[in-house]
């Protein structure tokens, strides 16, 4: 008989958490962490694609088709890849899926082909950030155009305004952080990620914390909510 992973008085055979929250909430920092601490591997579809696209397998060649075209890989493509990433030793224990689903049909998609299997998605963890504190977080945001380091011209500001504390180098804001495109990314967030709450809700599975605090005190709240 395999082991078990024992968390606090509940005994689980298994955790399959959904990541949820706007661009710039966070999220991916804290499946990390879930990820160290119950020893389950954090999922993105961007690290699916790159790893099936360098082994060469079938499916990453199909994907690629795609991709060398400019155009966006079909969620049955991705879907497939996600299930086939779900067979892999190191998911025995579950996994922390962050990136997807994204649009209410790709949720709909991915608990049907869990349940195909006998399986479903224990928890879909959604870290709630306001927009407003969003678009402050990324459009102060700065990088270095010559090592690549990153601060904030009001949470981890250089010593010299627009010169990089680590190289010297000069400070530019990317594109993706511009107040006006992190407005966009947002919109389309609340359009078409954002009835993901409410699908998870309903199905019992939604866990929710703030966001706003302290990057450690968000990870206890979770880990708080999904022992509870």
């Given amino acids: ?13 298994k955790m399959k958490i959904v990541m949820l929250g706007a661009p710039g909430a966070g999220k991916g920092t804290q499946a990390k962490q879930i990820a160290a601490k119950y020893d389950i591997p954090h999922i993105s579809t961007g690290d699916i694609f790159r790893a099936n696209l360098k082994e060469g397998t079938p499916l990453g060649l199909k994907a690629k088709e795609y991709m060398d075209k400019g155009s966006l890989v079909p ?17 025995k224990n579950g ?10 049909p790709q949720a709909e998609a991915l608990t ?8 479903e998605i224990d928890y879909a963890v959604n870290v709630e950030v306001p927009d407003e504190r969003i678009i402050d977080r990324m459009s102060g945001r700065r990088a270095c155009a010559k ?3 990153t601060f904030h011209i009001k949470y981890n500001p250089t010593k010299v305004e627009g010169v990089c504390d680590l190289c010297g ?28 709450i409410d699908y998870y809700e309903k199905a019992g599975k939604l866990k929710e914390v703030d966001g706003t605090q302290d990057v450690d005190k968000v990870f206890a709240d979770i880990v708080k909510v999904i022992e509870a």
Avoid: S
């Fill in 1 to 13: 008989m395999r082991p078990r992973l024992i968390l606090c008085n509940k005994d689980f055979e």
């Fill in 75 to 91: 969620d049955e493509l991705t879907l497939e890849l996600i299930m086939d990433r779900f067979t892999q030793p190191d998911c």
């Fill in 95 to 104: 996994y922390v899926l962050d990136g997807f689903p994204r649009t209410i």
């Fill in 112 to 119: 049907k082909a869990l349940a195909d299997n006998k399986d």
């Fill in 147 to 149: 090592c690549g380091g």
């Fill in 169 to 196: 180098g000069e400070l530019y804001i990317r594109d993706d952080d511009k107040p006006e495109i992190v407005k966009k990314r947002l919109d389309t967030y609340h359009a078409q990620t954002q009835p993901l």
